[in-house]
């Protein structure tokens, strides 16, 4: 079954908003003290990364208009599978520096569509 791009670019939007509410008014050490906060926000990382890894197969042009979009499906695969090799200053990192850009890139892709 052909997979949706509204639906894969939902996934995303979905996690993005997610993070963003479960991470505001946080800090990097709440993060790291908080275990749910952490297992929330990096399982949100791994659907978004999945979901972008879908884009990349089925949808490659709007995946080529996501400016980071292979290192953000590296990134998934280090959280699901080398989970004790990143650290939580670099998810918290993502979150702070990239997340906004990620989700203004998937915005832009549904506008294109309508």
């Known amino acids: 079954m052909p997979r ?16 963003e509410e479960f991470t505001k008014g946080k800090t990097l050490t709440d ?5 749910m906060l952490k297992l929330a926000v990096e399982r949100d990382y791994e659907i978004i990364g999945e ?9 490659p042009a709007q995946f080529s208009q996501i400016s980071d979009g292979r290192r953000i499906i590296d ?3 280090i959280l699901a599978h080398g989970y004790d090799a ?12 990239n997340l ?13 569509l309508e």
């Open 86 to 97: 990143i650290s939580d200053e670099i998810v918290w990192s993502v979150t702070e520096n």
């Open 51 to 59: 979901a972008l890894r879908r884009m990349e197969i089925d949808f």
């Open 4 to 19: 949706d791009l509204r639906k894969t670019g939902f996934d995303i939007l979905q996690a993005v908003k997610e993070i």
């Open 75 to 77: 990134f998934r695969n």
């Open 31 to 35: 993060y790291q003290t908080n275990r």
């Open 100 to 112: 906004k850009t990620l989700k203004k890139e998937i915005e832009q892709i549904f506008e294109e």
